[in-house]
């Protein structure tokens, strides 16, 4: 994917320099045969706007080589540097367009050839448009910064191209200033085009924090996976077109090791399918909740030390315990709550996995246990560990010293 994607920008890229190149010389051709000072300064900018494109060509040709011991994380960042190199030939260009136009002031328009002039304006303009509109797309489609930016100065070269034409035809009233303050005019919005785009390459090249929407986007997206049960932190970073997730999950305390793979892996899948703009998923796994861990218990009655019920699917009550994950054992909160009143056995399994989700529970300590509803309550990140004893205290005692044997 990020090849394709490389590829397809550099072909955006060279199609828009071939013809950018068509335009400014076409510009420029007529401003130099009709004598029309702003349409000359509207092909300069034109042609500050070839120098980007073929500067964001070479910059994505250049991240499309992939990792290598030099660089493990590939050169993505040449297309951010390439947009930073981009925006400072813009600002200089500008200003050459800013003095060429200043020089003009007070000088009389002598417009030749003027129906030259405005049909090469406003061949330009549509022609600019038109690049602008691929390359927009293309850059929104592949994320490039770089393709964004062109974007941008072709949609300037698009107004400026206009405000030319509208120059030509009131140049035939002889206004003398007119040329020159459109030339201006032209200047500024080149110069705010580059500053823009220096501005924003060197946050990136800077790790600066990324737009708060795709960082909301993706958070919900991991949690939105089973057996994650929260979020300590979350940061994003762009290498090029491209982004890098960095998050730290909480978990069970007592998921197994293999069990906490699946967790992370799921989580990473879900953020690259559904944000393909994201080419790597950094995690670290930690015990949720500042290390502590609830623990059910199917159970016969709700007073004092019941006896454990030998079906969760016909268990009348859970026991509930919050304990520390310490290794002390520690029960800080416990309490019984009701099953679901389901008088179906077969519909009082799934009613009584639902309880256990929803009141956070971890794990799951029982005796028997249908091989679906197994299945259902480990798919929801709740560890299952059988045990063979009659009574609550004995079954939490048999778990605070690690005597787990898990259910599969």
């Given at each position: 994917m990020k090849e394709d994607a490389l590829k397809r920008g550099e072909r955006v890229a060279l199609y828009g320099t071939i013809f950018t190149a068509v335009l400014a010389a076409i510009k420029y051709s007529a401003g130099e045969v009709s004598g029309n000072v702003s349409l000359k300064a509207d092909a300069i900018h034109t042609s500050a706007n070839l120098l980007t494109i073929a500067a964001a060509y070479f910059g994505l040709h250049i991240a499309k080589r992939g990792e290598n011991e030099r660089f493990p994380y590939g050169y993505y960042k040449a297309e951010t540097i390439t947009t930073l190199f981009i925006s400072f030939v813009i600002i200089a260009l500008g200003a050459d367009v800013g003095y060429?136009?200043?020089?003009?002031?007070?000088?009389?328009?002598?417009?030749?050839y003027g129906y030259l002039a405005m049909g090469a304006a406003l061949f330009a303009s549509i022609g600019a448009f038109l690049i602008y509109l691929y390359e927009a797309k293309a850059g929104k489609e592949l994320n490039s910064q770089s393709l964004?930016?062109?974007?941008?100065?072709?949609?300037?070269d698009t107004v400026s191209s206009l405000v030319?034409?509208?120059?030509?035809?009131?140049?035939y009233f002889e206004i003398p200033y007119l040329p020159a303050i459109i030339g201006l005019i032209i200047a500024a919005m080149v110069i705010g085009i580059g500053i823009s785009a220096a501005k924003n390459s060197i946050l990136v090249l800077m790790d600066s924090g990324m737009d708060p929407n795709l960082l909301r986007d993706i958070r919900e997206s991991i949690y939105g996976v089973r057996g994650v049960l929260d979020i300590r932190t979350m940061k994003l970073r762009r290498s090029g077109p491209f982004v890098?997730?960095?998050?730290?999950?909480g978990i069970s305390a007592?998921?197994?090791?293999?069990?906490?793979?699946?967790?992370?892996k799921s989580a990473e899948d879900a953020v690259k399918n559904e944000f393909p703009e994201v080419i790597a998923v950094h995690l670290q796994m930690v015990p949720?909740?500042?290390?502590r861990t609830r623990v059910a218990v199917p159970v016969i009655s709700n007073e004092g030390n019941p006896e454990i019920s030998p079906n969760i699917c016909?268990?009348?009550?859970?026991?509930?315990?919050?304990?520390?994950?310490?290794?002390?054992?520690?029960?800080?909160?416990e309490g019984f709550i009701r099953s679901p009143p389901v008088k179906d056995e077969?519909?009082?399994?799934?009613?009584?996995?639902?309880?256990?989700?929803?009141?956070?529970?971890?794990?799951?300590?029982?005796?028997?246990?249908?091989?679906?509803?197994?299945?259902?309550?480990?798919?929801?990140?709740?560890?299952?560990?059988r045990t063979e004893k009659r009574t609550i205290k004995e079954a939490m005692q048999e778990y605070f010293e690690g005597k787990r044997e898990t259910m599969k």
């Open positions: 060429e136009a200043y020089t003009h002031i007070g000088g009389s328009p002598t417009l030749q964004l930016v062109n974007a941008k100065e072709s949609l300037a030319v034409f509208a120059s030509v035809i009131l140049s890098i997730a960095e998050a730290t999950i007592d998921l197994r090791l293999d069990d906490a793979y699946l967790i992370a949720a909740e500042m290390g016909s268990a009348p009550y859970f026991y509930l315990a919050t304990m520390r994950t310490d290794g002390k054992g520690e029960i800080i909160e077969y519909l009082a399994g799934p009613a009584n996995v639902h309880i256990l989700i929803k009141n956070g529970v971890d794990v799951l300590l029982t005796g028997k246990i249908d091989e679906r509803i197994l299945e259902s309550i480990t798919e929801a990140g709740i560890s299952v560990y």
